[in-house]
């Protein structure tokens, strides 16, 4: 039987790396909508873009989701409650951080497909690049929230 705050904790861990990428996510597609609506015969290759800016975004969600399943693996008795807290506080910034940053990537590069679509696999393809590099903050985090657990 899992002990209820532990519960509540792996919950809000969870919940709050939800909430950290889940607004970013919102905002990369409320982007996409608005070039859509630009440039209509585009709406393709923004779709694409889209579900590649959210796909990589949303990894920092399932951070969350690890660090939740190990604290309701935890055992009250031995467990410090700030561990918890502090690991819960680690995938929120995992997930706000990386979302902000990989919202101003997505975001600038729809912008610049929109100004020169020729380049438009140049622009995706970097990127790619440099949405793998902002998601490695993000795994900093996890790593950080996994020490605390033990």
Request: net charge negative.
């Amino acid at each position: 039987m899992i002990d209820t705050t532990l519960f509540i904790w792996a919950w809000l861990a969870i919940g709050l790396a939800w909430l950290g990428v889940g607004i970013w996510e919102g905002l990369i597609a409320k982007k996409s909508l608005q070039i859509m609506g630009k440039n209509p015969e585009m709406s393709w290759s923004f779709l694409v873009l889209t579900i590649l800016g959210i796909a990589l975004t949303e990894s920092a969600a399932i951070y969350g989701l690890i660090i939740a399943l190990q604290i309701m693996g935890l055992d009250p008795a031995t467990v410090s409650s700030w561990a918890v807290i502090g690991a819960g506080l680690a995938v929120w910034a995992a997930g706000f951080g990386s979302g902000v940053g990989e919202w101003f990537l997505v975001c600038g590069a729809m912008d610049a497909i929109l100004r020169n679509p020729e380049s438009k696999w140049k622009i995706m393809t970097y990127m790619i690049l440099f949405l793998a590099l902002v998601e490695s903050s993000a795994i900093y985090w996890l790593v950080v929230a996994l020490s605390l657990l033990g």
